[in-house]
């Protein structure tokens, strides 16, 4: 089945910097791919999301690339900020109704 | 709009014990699930319900029950909590039928068992 996995399960970035989190997934069918975030004690929130057509969205300070030919994914966030901090989820949407998950991103983001 | 509920918070259960969780969603979606989240996992799909009056099981759904009571509402029972139930458990839902499928989440429901 599909599997979704991430390259490293955690990212630490100075202040004002650039964040890139990358995803990579199994399924070469796949056709719609989601990123999330997840502060503290809180469920996971909406962030961009792309479909298979295309191969760049942007969104506010993140830009989400799709690489189809070797199934990665990743999402940028410019100027990152404190407010960043937080547990990046990218998610690929199975058969029918079902979105896989991959394991999550820990994004520290040092003042 | 509230989006997605969850009740309780936080409970702690003793080995056996059952216990009911409650999720509702007040943004007419179709479609609702039922996840869990263990430290350093992502999330893991128990059961989802495509429409009112049906139900399917996820990845990981031994040990859980579920109804879909109404268009709203989508309760997960455990019967006889069991330790490896400990886990943060969230709701979810969707629209179906239109362009986006991002999901809406609800805050989760923190459960011990001891």
């Known amino acids: 089945g599909e599997s979704v996995g991430l390259h490293l399960p955690t990212l630490s970035v100075q202040e004002g910097d650039n964040s890139i989190i990358n995803c990579a997934y199994s399924?070469?069918?796949?056709?719609?791919f989601i990123w999330y975030k997840q502060e503290s004690g809180k469920g996971p929130q909406f962030i961009i999301d792309i479909r298979s057509n295309m191969d760049k969205r942007q969104g506010q300070r993140v830009t989400v690339l799709l690489n189809k030919t070797v199934k990665h994914l990743s999402l940028q966030i410019a100027a990152t900020q404190p407010g960043d901090s937080a547990v990046y989820f990218c998610?690929?949407?199975?058969?029918?109704?079902?979105?896989?998950f991959g394991a999550g991103t820990r994004l520290f983001v040092k003042a | 709009n509230a989006g997605v509920t969850q009740t309780p918070k936080f409970q702690v259960l003793k080995t056996g014990q059952s216990m009911t969780l409650q999720c509702a969603q007040d943004?007419?979606?179709?479609?609702m699930y039922w996840y869990r989240q263990d430290p350093g996992m992502g999330l893991r799909l128990i059961y989802y319900s495509a429409s009112e009056g049906t139900t399917d099981k996820g990845e990981v759904p031994n040990g859980y029950n579920v109804s879909r009571l109404n268009k709203r509402e989508f309760s997960l029972r455990l019967e006889s909590a069991a330790p490896s139930q400990t886990s943060v458990y969230f709701c979810?839902?969707?629209?179906?039928?239109?362009?986006?499928?991002?999901?809406?989440f609800g805050p989760g429901t923190r459960l011990t068992v001891t």
């Open positions: 943004m007419n979606h179709n479609s």
């Open positions: 399924n070469s069918a796949s056709d719609y």
């Open positions: 979810a839902s969707r629209m179906t039928g239109m362009d986006g499928y991002e999901q809406y």
């Open positions: 998610a690929v949407l199975g058969g029918g109704f079902k979105t896989i």
